[in-house]
T-cell receptor, first 114, second 114 residues
Framework: AQSVTQPDIHITVSEGASLELRCNYS??????LFWYVQSPGQGLQLLLK??????LVQGIKGFEAEFKRSQSSFNLRKPSVHWSDAAEYFC????????????FGRGTSLIVHP | NAGVTQTPKFRVLKTGQSMTLLCAQD?????MYWYRQDPGMGLRLIHY???????AKGEVPDGYNVSRLKKQNFLLGLESAAPSQTSVYFC?????????????FGDGTRLSIL
């Protein structure tokens, strides 16, 4: 069975600082990996996804993520955080093929200090 | 440009009451999903549908029923509400594609069971 772990419940950064949110997955084969963002009172928005190919994936809002098979990780990064990036971030892992539905991590809350 | 619309946005029920949550999407997506979100638990899949007239159980289906009579609508029913079903419910949809990840989320229904 697939699973995903987000080790950090909360992350606090200063505006303008760089950001890295951690995500570790467990799955036997090559997984499909996703990052979503949720602003307060809203639904989730897909930031980026990895299916295959280049292990560095570019997403919306200036985010990127790197798939590292050897570490079973798919960490989300942003070089310079803006106050509007404060939100909840979810990593998800999906199985390849069929109608498998992604499993979500428990989320990391990003706090941005001015 | 509505996307995914959930009705109602808020509801308070008494234990034992029944209700139906409505999800409507206008993107002609094949796949639709119902999730519940609880603090510290991320999103957990309740039921999903891969097309009109089809439904399948997710991770936490007990106490819920669903129907997909029309492609654009996905209904979630609580036959006899329990306090443990107090949660925020999200509907999502996606096209039938690689990864099958939810692409568009509604803004959620906040449900309290007293």
């Amino acid at each position: 069975a697939q699973s995903v772990t987000q080790p950090d419940i909360h992350i606090t950064v200063s505006e303008g600082a760089s950001l890295e949110l951690r995500c570790n997955y467990s799955y036997g084969a090559t997984p499909y990996l996703f990052w979503y963002v949720q602003s307060p009172g809203q639904g989730l928005q897909l930031l980026l996804k990895y299916f295959s190919g280049d292990t560095l994936v570019q997403g919306i809002k200036g985010f990127e993520a790197e798939f590292k098979r050897s570490q079973s990780s798919f960490n989300l990064r942003k070089p310079s955080v803006h106050w509007s990036d404060a939100a909840e971030y979810f990593c998800a892992v999906g199985a390849s093929g069929g109608s498998y539905i992604p499993t979500f991590g428990r989320g990391t809350s990003l706090i941005v200090h001015p | 440009n509505a996307g995914v619309t959930q009705t109602p946005k808020f509801r308070v029920l008494k234990t034992g009451q029944s209700m139906t949550l409505l999800c409507a999407q206008d993107m002609n997506h094949e796949y639709m999903y119902w999730y519940r979100q609880d603090p510290g638990m991320g999103l957990r899949l309740i039921h999903y549908s891969v097309g009109e007239g089809t439904t399948a159980k997710g991770e936490v289906p007990d106490g819920y029923n669903v129907s997909r009579l029309k492609k654009q609508n996905f209904l979630l029913g609580l036959e006899s509400a329990a306090p443990s079903q107090t949660s925020v419910y999200f509907c999502a949809s996606s096209y039938q594609g690689v990864g099958n990840q939810p692409q568009h989320f509604g803004d959620g229904t906040r449900l309290s069971i007293l």
